[in-house]
């Protein structure tokens, strides 16, 4: 993890916040990771990435080197915190958002609220609002008893954001539409053994996939084939060159 930037520390509205800052040159890209990951999920990116542009990656409340959220996480507000840093920061618009899984609804309504702050938006096996709820009803018999016991043995935070997901997706719901931006889906072509997925499972995900690269006129899909939920991690070049590809149509945009 040598290449990743240095870690920095800032507090918005009484909330402690880790970020890292690297490289130059717009739209800036802005790395928003999935639920409980920490900003360096990302190292495997670097530095490739901050070759392309200037990079911005951090901790959501409760997650790596930021504090425990003071206030419940809902996306609207982890959108308000998301701006406030990336301006305390200086790192100007319009951004290029890379969202993974759960960051995925906070990338979707940063778009809405802020269509003329989005370049373009990556969603890297990202969560539809759709997906809330949807993925505990298609659980397995062992998914669903794993999941028991980790509520058993790990207490949930009030305020964390999966304890706030279906509030998260009201927001999304009640927001303006997506704008008409680059937009891609690069989803996993690996799928979950049978006991962690069903069938019926899998065809939701599926379905909620293809939503989000619907979401734009601009939009479209790929598939990392030889990665399930973690394409950063296992087909680091595809990630990288999905964002160039992004970055060139948002260039050729303005």
């Given at each position: 993890m040598?290449h990743?930037?240095a870690?920095q520390?800032?507090?918005?509205?009484?909330?402690?916040?880790a970020?890292?800052?690297?490289g130059?040159?717009?739209?800036a890209?802005?790395?928003?990771?999935?639920?409980?990951?920490?900003?360096e999920?990302?190292?495997?990116l670097?530095?490739?990435?901050?070759q392309?542009?200037?990079?911005?990656?951090?901790?959501?409340?409760?997650v790596?080197a930021?504090?425990?959220?003071?206030?419940p996480?809902t996306a609207?507000?982890?959108?308000r915190?998301?701006?406030?840093?990336l301006?305390?920061?200086?790192?100007?618009g319009?951004?290029?958002?890379?969202?993974?899984?759960?960051?995925?609804?906070y990338?979707?309504?940063?778009?809405r609220?802020?269509?003329?702050d989005?370049?373009?938006?990556?969603f890297?096996?990202?969560?539809?609002?759709?997906?809330v709820?949807a993925?505990?009803?298609?659980?397995?018999?062992?998914?669903?008893?794993?999941?028991?016991?980790?509520?058993v043995?790990?207490?949930?935070?009030?305020?964390g954001?999966?304890?706030?997901e279906t509030?998260s997706?009201?927001?999304?719901?009640a927001?303006?539409?997506?704008?008409?931006?680059?937009?891609t889906?690069?989803?996993?072509?690996k799928?979950?053994?049978g006991?962690?997925?069903?069938?019926a499972?899998?065809?939701?995900?599926?379905?909620s996939?293809?939503?989000l690269?619907?979401?734009?006129?601009?939009?479209?899909?790929?598939?990392?084939?030889?990665?399930?939920?973690?394409?950063?991690?296992?087909?680091?070049?595809?990630?990288?060159d999905?964002?160039a590809?992004?970055?060139?149509?948002?260039?050729?945009?303005?």
């Amino acid at each position: 993890m040598k290449h990743l930037p240095a870690r920095q520390h800032a507090v918005i509205d009484g909330q402690q916040l880790a970020y890292g800052v690297a490289g130059h040159g717009g739209p800036a890209i802005v790395l928003i990771n999935g639920a409980g990951g920490p900003m360096e999920g990302w190292f495997r990116l670097f530095p490739d990435v901050a070759q392309l542009a200037q990079v911005f990656m951090y901790d959501r409340p409760g997650v790596g080197a930021s504090g425990k959220p003071v206030a419940p996480q809902t996306a609207e507000l982890g959108v308000r915190q998301l701006r406030a840093l990336l301006n305390q920061a200086g790192v100007p618009g319009p951004y290029l958002l890379v969202a993974h899984s759960f960051g995925g609804l906070y990338a979707n309504l940063f778009a809405r609220l802020h269509p003329q702050d989005a370049a373009g938006v990556l969603f890297i096996e990202a969560a539809a609002p759709e997906d809330v709820g949807a993925m505990k009803a298609h659980a397995g018999p062992v998914t669903r008893m794993l999941n028991g016991l980790l509520n058993v043995f790990v207490k949930q935070d009030a305020n964390g954001e999966v304890a706030n997901e279906t509030q998260s997706v009201g927001q999304i719901h009640a927001a303006p539409p997506f704008p008409v931006i680059p937009l891609t889906v690069l989803s996993g072509a690996k799928t979950p053994p049978g006991w962690a997925a069903s069938p019926a499972a899998l065809a939701a995900r599926e379905r909620s996939q293809q939503g989000l690269a619907a979401l734009s006129p601009l939009g479209r899909r790929i598939k990392a084939q030889g990665s399930g939920h973690f394409p950063q991690m296992s087909e680091p070049k595809a990630v990288v060159d999905a964002i160039a590809a992004l970055l060139e149509s948002a260039r050729q945009r303005v």
